[in-house]
């Protein structure tokens, strides 16, 4: 019998799972079975797959959505590690060799995931996959970290393609909630954090094909969507066994992370009064995020998301307009920093120019930056940095020194 069963849940994919199916058979490590659960697929999948049939096991079925194409694939699967792999992304050819190693040498871990690159419907880099992420590397020493991670909102990155973990502790979880069809990855993880530990791989060995951002903001603010992970919230609360106490914070930090992202959400969407009353029901939970460097980071960082995935200031500048002006009365004191907003984000696309070697748009987002807000110019980072840029790196660091001398 194979040791890792790959399971690919394929619905419409014609266009991609044949490339999906090349990276799973790719693998440098060769003890694998290759499981393709055709969900009702109404495209050309099966043809597409023609070629690969003497070395996948096919499974047809009706559609049963993506948690029955996954509880199909299951069922089926011979292996001792489950790895799963959506019909439109990509592994890298060592993914699944570095994470058997992990599960093989930590009999306590549970599952293994990596980190994602994002690609868009072309598969060429998109704007918004930045760096891999390197959060929660390693193995985490207490199994209920990871819960409270999850309970806070923290996906497993990659979502399905990026985890493999150990069948049996899968089975005794629960398989895949087929009543789900959002956030059935981050409600399966849940339960299966409370049997052991979870690693994250730090190295990005998948491509994550990123579609229809809209779609997703659409979902996201919808207040009717927000009740499906409360479910989830109060499934996994009844197999918490920790402090009681511990489980009503929890439960309210994650809580207020929904709310916080149907806020973000409805307002990239232009819904300024429903995002009002989300952003208020979010502080009524976490009551620290009304404090203003929170209010600033939270627009901010939508805001650059917007930049990147846009590649348009215009924007990610009218979306902090909105933003701040979506504020409810218990914070709308922190609306006079959008300024200070604008000028952190024509910073940041500076670094980012400076990053490419594009010195002279370094430099004109820097001037963007300082006319934004005259507040940048009090920070000493943003003007070395501005120094080093206009007269050099040598400059740049005698100025700090000086600085540093004059305020001993």
């Not at 507040?375 to 400059?395: I, Y």
């Amino acid at each position: 019998m194979p040791k890792v069963s790959v399971i690919i849940p394929s619905y419409n994919s014609e266009k991609t799972v044949p490339l999906t199916v090349e990276s799973a058979l790719a693998q440098t490590y060769k003890d694998i079975e290759v499981i393709v659960v055709d969900d009702g697929s109404t495209d050309g999948t099966r043809q597409a797959l023609a070629p690969y049939m003497d070395r996948i096991r096919y499974i047809p079925q009706e559609n049963k959505k993506h948690s029955g194409a996954r509880n199909t694939g299951v069922k089926a699967a011979q292996g001792q590690y489950l790895a799963f792999l959506d019909s439109d992304d990509l592994w890298l050819p060592e993914k699944i060799e570095r994470q058997v190693a992990v599960l093989d040498q930590n009999p306590d871990v549970v599952l293994v995931a990596c980190v994602a690159r994002y690609i868009d419907q072309e598969g060429n880099p998109a704007r918004s996959s930045g760096r891999p992420v390197e959060r929660y590397s390693g193995v985490v020493e207490e199994p209920s970290s990871w819960t409270r991670r999850l309970f806070l909102g923290d996906a497993v990155p990659g979502g399905g393609s990026s985890a493999m973990v150990r069948r049996d502790a899968l089975l005794q979880a629960g398989m895949f909630d087929e009543g789900l069809d959002y956030a059935e990855d981050w409600d399966t993880w849940m339960r299966v954090s409370f049997l052991g530990k979870f690693v994250l791989i730090p190295d990005a060995l998948l491509l994550f094909r990123v579609s229809d951002w809209e779609r997703k903001l659409r979902r996201e603010a919808s207040n009717e969507l927000i009740t499906r992970p409360l479910r989830l919230l109060e499934k996994a609360s009844a197999l918490w066994q920790g402090d009681p106490q511990e489980l009503r914070e929890l439960r309210a930090q994650g809580t207020a992370v929904l709310w916080r992202r149907a806020a973000l959400a409805s307002i990239q969407m232009g819904q300024l009064e429903q995002a009002r009353e989300q952003y208020a029901k979010m502080l009524a939970l976490s009551p620290a995020w009304a404090a203003p460097q929170k209010v600033l980071e939270m627009g901010l960082d939508r805001a650059r998301l917007i930049y990147q995935e846009y590649d348009d200031m215009a924007r990610a500048e009218g979306y902090l307009r909105d933003y701040f002006a979506a504020l409810p009365p218990a914070v709308e004191g922190c609306r006079d920093m959008l300024s200070q907003a604008r000028g952190w984000l024509w910073y940041g696309r500076a670094l980012d120019a400076a990053q490419d070697g594009d010195r002279g748009a370094a430099r004109s987002y820097w001037i963007k930056a300082a006319f934004a807000s005259a507040k940048m110019l009090s920070n000493r980072g943003f003007l070395s940095q501005g120094v080093e840029w206009f007269l050099g790196r040598t400059l740049a660091g005698w100025l700090r020194g000086h600085s540093k001398g004059s305020h001993a």
